[in-house]
C-alpha cells in the first residue's frame, strides 16, 4: 500500500461496482488530511492537482505534486496521484516527470470536432509516456468561465456522443454532465441517475461525476449504483479547512503561529474525507 497508479484504483473500483474517490489537493495540509482520512477510514484514495491549484503556486507544479507524492508513499493505504482539469498542453507534458500517473484533460471549451482533435493528441501522448487519461464531454456547472447552469437545456452528456467522443479519442475514462455543478457550497444538485446508467451502457469507459461537493449522500449512492465509478470533491474539503481556520482564530484572536489553526484545518479536512468515504462505502 502506497503510492499507485489511477487506472488501477479506478479499474478494481469498476470491476467491483464501487467507485474511488479523488479530493482536490492546494496545499500540504490538504493532501495530509486527505491521506489520514483514507487511513481512518481503510479506503484507497486520489490525490488530485488542479491546473487551478498549480496556477495559485505561480504556475510551479513540481514542489506540490512532489510533497504530495511523499505524504501518499508513506500512506497504509493506496494512494494515486491525479493532474485535474488542464487545459495548458505544456502542464500536461509536465504529469509524468512530476510523479502523476494520470491526468484530466480538459477541451471542453472548445467546439466538438476541436475537442476530439485537441483530446486524441493529449492520449496519444499520455499513453506514450505511461499516463491514463480523462476527459469531459458535456457541461458541469460552476466554471468560473462559463455562466451556463447544468440544468440549461443541451448541456447534459448525450450518450451516442460520448460513445464515439470516447472511440475517437481513445480516453481512458470520461466524466459526464448529469446535473452536478462544480464549487457547489450546499448540497442540493440532483443527478440524472436514468441518463448515468444510459452512459454506463453505451460508454466503453469508467464514467467520472465531477462537482461532487454539492451532491447529498442519497444521491452519490445512487449515482455509483447507476454507474458512477469516480467521484471528484473538492469544495466539501475547502468549507471544512476554512471553518477549522476561522473557529480558531474567533477563540483565539492573538494567535500567531499558523501551526495552532492549520493543524485542526488538517483535522477537519481528514474528518471530512473519512465521513464521505465511510457513506460511499455503506
Known sequence: MSLVPTGDLVAQAATERRCVTAFNVITLEHAEGIVAGAEAAGRPVILQISENAVRYH?????????????????????????????????????????????????????????????????????????????????????????????????????????????????????????????????RSATLDHALIERLRETVPVPLVLHGSSGVPDGELRAAVSAGIVKINIGTALNISLTRAVRDTLESMPALTDPRKYLGPARDAVAATVHDVLTMLAS
Do not use: C, I
Not at 476541436?114 to 466554471?143: I, M, P, Q
Open 58 to 186: 505561480g504556475g510551479r507544479l513540481a514542489p506540490l505534486a512532489l510533497a504530495a507524492a511523499s505524504v501518499a508513499r508513506s500512506a497504509t493505504v493506496d494512494v494515486s496521484l491525479h493532474l485535474d482539469h488542464v487545459t495548458d498542453v505544456d502542464l500536461l507534458h509536465q504529469a509524468a516527470d512530476a510523479g502523476f500517473s494520470s491526468v484530466m484533460f480538459d477541451a471542453g471549451a472548445l467546439p466538438y470536432a476541436e475537442n476530439v482533435a485537441a483530446t486524441a493528441s493529449a492520449a496519444r501522448w499520455a499513453h506514450g509516456a505511461g499516463l491514463w487519461l480523462e476527459a469531459e464531454l458535456g457541461y458541469v456547472g460552476g466554471k468560473p468561465d462559463s455562466p451556463a447552469s447544468a440544468h440549461a437545456a443541451g448541456v447534459r452528456t448525450d450518450p451516442a456522443e460520448a460513445a464515439d467522443y470516447v472511440t475517437r479519442t481513445g480516453v481512458d475514462a470520461l466524466a459526464v454532465a448529469v446535473g452536478s455543478s462544480h464549487a457547489m457550497t450546499e
